[in-house]
């Protein structure tokens, strides 16, 4: 019934590895999971896939495990990044949840002219976010979650080569099929639930990089339309294929 | 800046209408948005589509409203059904949120073999959310939530003519490419989070009327899951086409 426990270390994964664990990682095995010697856990670190590892040494303020054998190799999600604007606390939370179950290679929180609560948001509990997700989806991989920065100088220093699908209420109605410009690399950036401003507007609409995109006819909030506007291109371009 | 408060109301709506406010809903307009007379508002109720209507009467225990002109035909989503069985309190209501927003006709909570939480769920909230996110996603229908019924009740008496497609992480490594029986009327299944039994299983496997679909090679979280599948169904069949 139980399944093994994942955990995502920051360490090199191999055969007879040993991987020592932090004092919060032996909390989590040992006094929440009431894991003990002898016990086995799974492994990720983002590079090296997934690895069965056995718990040799349990204590209350760390722990050795050693890896055994790999039982995933890693799995890269396709080039395709999420930028969007921090809404309230939980929905961001649940952005970052689902961009890495959705099979984001990269997370980006821009901060957009009409964006509110951007100061209240930890960026470090972005990251632990995705780890936990990461952890909990039985990836192998978890995407970085950049600091926040402007929408604007975001825009400005757009990559050449990278194209950007942009999700907008302002699109109803236009069609939901993906032109295939937006194959990888690509990124997938969510209109803020305040919508955009003028000159972000001016700057998305005369960008050749960026590409609008219809989430049909009715009005979703930010992290739905996350879900859905991934759903999209991972099925058009992704590893959904 | 300050978009217009749009409420659901059980009653119907046309030129000159007035309508009665509940006490509850005089607190929400009075007391939490504060309106008062002559303040203009949308109102919704399923079937006449959204309609401005003027304050002409606010108190404390209630108040009158007057429909002025139609803002707004009904639109009716496709004749998609949700079908999922309840978790966690939270997600539940975010299910049952996103099921509005992505345009389900009718959202069914079913009990699944594994099922843990369903005596937890308060199955008249389930309807209040449903209403509320109606009113935020700016639609003119609130689908109708059901009761909890057994999901091997549920497929037992499956109605001729309405295909089920069902999500199912077992289904990892199918192609995200839905065949084109799924086209309304049809019914979307999530699979619940502690998976389906194997009586469940066989049901779903020999039916005819059910089609497997994979949403990709992680595992989604059920509410996440409900996104991404009624994405890949609205736009194959739905109204983003």
């Not at 093994?4 to 032996?26: C, D, F, I, N, T």
């Not at 080039?79 to 997370?107: Q, S």
């Not at 690509?186 to 960008?207: K, V």
């Amino acid at each position: 019934m139980a399944s093994k426990v994942r955990l995502y270390v920051e360490h090199p994964l191999g055969e007879g590895q040993s991987v020592p664990l932090s004092r919060e990682q032996a909390h989590y095995l040992f006094g929440v999971m009431r894991l003990a010697a002898g016990d086995v856990v799974s492994l990720i670190n983002s590079v090296d896939g997934e690895w069965d590892a056995e718990v040799v040494e349990a204590g209350k303020k760390g722990g050795v495990l050693v890896c055994s054998a790999q039982t995933a190799p890693l799995q890269m999600p396709p080039d395709l990044w999420l930028l969007f604007a921090p809404i309230r606390k939980e929905r961001t939370a649940f952005i970052v949840e689902k961009a890495v179950e959705m099979g984001a290679a990269r997370i980006m929180p821009v901060q957009s002219a009409y964006t509110q609560s951007a100061n209240r948001i930890r960026m470090d509990k972005l990251q632990a976010h995705a780890v936990e997700a990461a952890e909990q989806c039985g990836g192998t991989y978890v995407p970085p979650v950049d600091d926040l920065a402007k929408l604007e100088r975001v825009l400005a220093e757009w990559p050449a080569g990278r194209h950007l699908m942009f999700c907008d209420e302002g699109m109803a109605g236009r069609s939901a099929a993906l032109p295939s410009v937006l194959a990888a690399p690509c990124a997938i950036l969510i209109g803020p639930e305040g919508g955009f401003s003028p000159a972000e507007r001016e700057m998305l609409q005369t960008a050749t990089f960026a590409h609008a995109v219809s989430l049909g006819p009715r009005i979703l909030r930010a992290d739905t339309a996350a879900v859905a506007a991934l759903t999209l291109w991972q099925q058009a371009f992704g590893d959904w294929q």
